[in-house]
């Protein structure tokens, strides 16, 4: 009885931590924080404010603010689960969805302003390219991820939603890859992104979760034994006395 009560504070607690009105400037910051560098991007475009490649500088730019959302769509379950900021994942679909806006662009300039849509060009350029054949194959794993991330579409594929959606680490991944051989120089900024997803992958291991949840019960565990010690203490004073 005990322990059900403490589990339906518990619930309540974090009910209250994730309400809808708590922390509303985390969403206008994700809004304003994804959307301001495309229109940046657009101002300087329109303006000639890019560098003496613009179509390269809209290429490289896309992709890094692509990935970047990504990342932080990845970090926000890993941030609920061990650091308990459980209100952001009210942010994570926003993210993800910036995310494949950019990525949308990202491949939208290499196939239209690169590449003039010629289909032909495109085809060498994909097989042939090791860096755009693996950008596409990402391009192709997220793009059922954004069409599904819907509440209607999860009521739809029940259980199948979650394993789908797994693939988001895949696409991360190749995203990565794709980055660290368009670069080809300097490996530094994509090997940081790659060690950063392959770090919030590890923590959504089974075990890595296991080993969290049984540290969490040990020290709730030891919170109690010291009340009760204490509240043992504190009888026997008042009855000594």
Known sequence: MAASARARRSSAQADRRVRPGAWPWLSIAVHVGALAPLAWLVWQFLHNQLTVNPIQALTLRTGKYALVLL????????????????????????????????????????VGLDYGFAWGLLREAIFEKRFALVGFLAFLLLLPLAITST?????????????LHRLVYAA?????????????????????????????????LPFVRRLRRGGARKGVAGRETGNELGTGIGNELGAGS
Not at 81 to 103: D, E, I, S
Not at 183 to 191: C, F, G, Q, T, Y
Request: charged fraction near 15%; aromatic fraction near 14%.
């Open 71 to 110: 990342v932080l769509s990845l970090a926000c379950t890993p941030l609920s689960t061990f650091v308990g900021w459980r209100q952001v994942l009210r942010v994570r679909r926003a993210l993800g969805l910036y995310a494949f806006l950019y990525v949308s662009l990202h491949f939208l300039i290499f």
């Open 151 to 163: 509440r209607g579409w999860m009521r739809r594929l029940g259980q199948a939603w979650k394993r």
């Open 172 to 204: 991360a991944l190749l995203a990565v890859v794709h980055y660290m051989w368009a670069v080809k120089a300097d490996l530094r900024e994509p090997l940081a992104y790659g060690a950063v997803v392959v770090v919030l992958l590890a923590l959504r």
